[in-house]
């Protein structure tokens, strides 16, 4: 149980357009789920936290209208790169905190985002 | 905020030999400490945790020792096998607002040489 699946897991798009990132529980309900990103052979930064129905709180030096983030469902939530630039291309990760624990949250299996 | 420093950066082993691998964090109000693996191209998967109320837990091959007072954890690996061989991540947590905030620490990465 506790399967996270994020979709698509490679992307590669022309400079100044928008990508999404799709983030499904598939067998919990997730109240809470985390972006992150991984530049290569470095740890995960934490970009922003995203309650159900709620605006994600984003961590410092991450710009909102950049990383749009919607956590619609207790089940999906979305990131956006917007007006991508080659420097947007990383590893973006998602997690999930599973309703009614506290402990032991569950990743996706990552997007390999490249902008070209 | 939490810093956590991870050592060492990379860790080469002969098969059936253990791993040992270290992690210091710097806030006290964390209470929350898992471990990851995390394999080329995949997300981190969990592979044991320990919470602040105790000292050291066990799974098979892989145990995890902490000490508070001192904001030391580690994680230790016996018998290491060639499948073994991953980037392995510490991390501290901190109850946030409803869920736990978590933060990593730099990596290591384990080679397992049959």
């Known amino acids: 149980g506790a399967v996270v699946s994020q979709h698509p897991s490679w992307v590669i798009c022309k400079s100044g357009t928008s990508v999404k990132i799709e983030c499904r529980s598939l067998?919990?309900?997730?109240?809470?789920m985390f972006w992150y990103r991984q530049f290569p052979k470095q740890s995960l930064m934490l970009m922003a936290t995203?309650?159900?129905?709620?605006?994600?709180?984003?961590e410092q030096g991450v710009e909102k209208d950049k990383f749009l983030i919607n956590h619609a469902s207790l089940t999906l939530s979305t990131l956006t790169v917007t007006s991508a630039h080659p420097e947007d291309s990383s590893f973006y990760i998602c997690?999930?905190?599973?309703?009614?624990?506290?402990?032991?949250?569950?990743f996706g299996s990552g997007t390999r985002l490249t902008v070209v | 905020g939490e810093n956590v420093e991870q050592h060492p950066s990379t860790l080469s082993v002969q098969e059936g030999d253990s791993a040992v691998i270290k992690c210091t964090y710097s806030?006290?109000?964390?209470?929350?400490f898992p471990w990851y693996k995390q394999e080329l191209g995949k997300g981190p998967q969990l592979i044991i945790d320990i919470r602040s109320n105790v000292g050291e837990k066990k799974d098979q091959r892989i145990a995890v020792t902490l000490n508070k007072t001192a904001k030391h954890f580690s994680l230790h690996i016996t018998e290491t096998q060639p499948e073994d061989s991953a980037v392995y991540f510490c991390a501290a947590s901190i109850a946030a607002g409803g869920y736990q905030k978590v933060t990593f620490g730099i990596g290591t990465k384990l080679q397992v040489i049959p």
């Open positions: 806030d006290s109000a964390s209470n929350y």
């Open positions: 067998d919990f309900q997730a109240t809470t």
């Open positions: 997690s999930a905190r599973r309703t009614g624990f506290d402990y032991g949250y569950t």
């Open positions: 995203s309650n159900e129905g709620s605006k994600a709180t984003y």
